[in-house]
Antibody, heavy 122, light 106 residues
Framework: QVRLVQSGAEVKKPGSSVRVSCKASGDTFIKYAISWVRQAPGQGLEWMGGIMPIYKTVNYPEKLRGRVTISVNESTSTAYMELSSLTSADTAVYYC???????????????WGQGTLVTVSS | EIVLTQSPATLSVSPGESASLSCRASQSLGVNLAWYQQKPGQTPRLIIYDASTRAAGIPAGFSGSGSRTEFTLTISSLQSEDFAVYYCQQYNNWPITFGQGTRLEI
């Protein structure tokens, strides 16, 4: 049974950073890529990047490159997403998700965390 | 980046009828396209990947078709639980991108 549990809601000031964690159950953590997807209020889905834990290789979209950092801690089966230089446009629900095919980093998410609301407000 | 255009934005259908949702890509994707369903307040749910493969646990009433730049999600005999927003996603090129969604309403 795959379960992803994310950290709790955050309220941040503009210009600050936020780090969201995503703890995975099971013993196959390193074999499956973890993606991060966000959804602004009332808006669609935006892929933020994905990491293959076994290689620690990461892919980011150009739009967020330089502001987003995705990492993993294999010993705790936890993935992290850190976003810096926050603005109100970063207010969104942030989801982590696990790939459906091991060894691939395609963003095909079959298992989702519960989501973490990040609110950026002065 | 590859742009996915979904149509229509909103589709109104009666329960028991079928629905066809379209996703058009700005470049060829081969068959590297997926569909997700999202209900209000819930996480997205993978429905179809590789253009036509149903994800685990997805009923046979959901089918995907298409290749290259034109894709369709067909839902036959709509049930009340099928009314949701549907997103297509391409994973043929970085960055991975989503369409803007189609709202399927009663």
């Amino acid at each position: 049974q795959v379960r992803l549990v994310q950290s709790g809601a955050e309220v941040k000031k503009p210009g600050s950073s936020v780090r969201v964690s995503c703890k995975a159950s099971g013993d196959t953590f390193i074999k499956y890529a973890i993606s991060w997807v966000r959804q602004a209020p009332g808006q669609g889905l935006e892929w933020m990047g994905g990491i293959m834990p076994i290689y620690k290789t990461v892919n980011y979209p150009e739009k967020l490159r330089g502001r987003v950092t995705i990492s993993v801690n294999e010993s705790t089966s936890t993935a992290y997403m850190e976003l810096s230089s926050l603005t109100s446009a970063d207010t969104a629900v942030y989801y982590c998700g696990r790939e459906i095919r091991h060894g691939y980093n395609e963003g095909l998410v079959g298992y989702w965390g519960q989501g973490t609301l990040v609110t950026v407000s002065s | 980046e590859i742009v996915l255009t979904q149509s229509p934005a909103t589709l109104s259908v009666s329960p028991g009828e079928s629905a066809s949702l379209s996703c058009r890509a700005s470049q060829s994707l081969g068959v590297n396209l997926a569909w997700y369903q999202q209900k209000p307040g819930q996480t997205p749910r993978l429905i179809i990947y590789d253009a036509s493969t149903r994800a685990a646990g997805i009923p046979a009433g959901f089918s995907g078709s298409g290749s290259r730049t034109e894709f369709t999600l067909t839902i036959s005999s709509l049930q009340s639980e099928d009314f949701a927003v549907y997103y297509c996603q391409q994973y043929n090129n970085w960055p991975i991108t989503f369409g803007q969604g189609t709202r399927l309403e009663i």
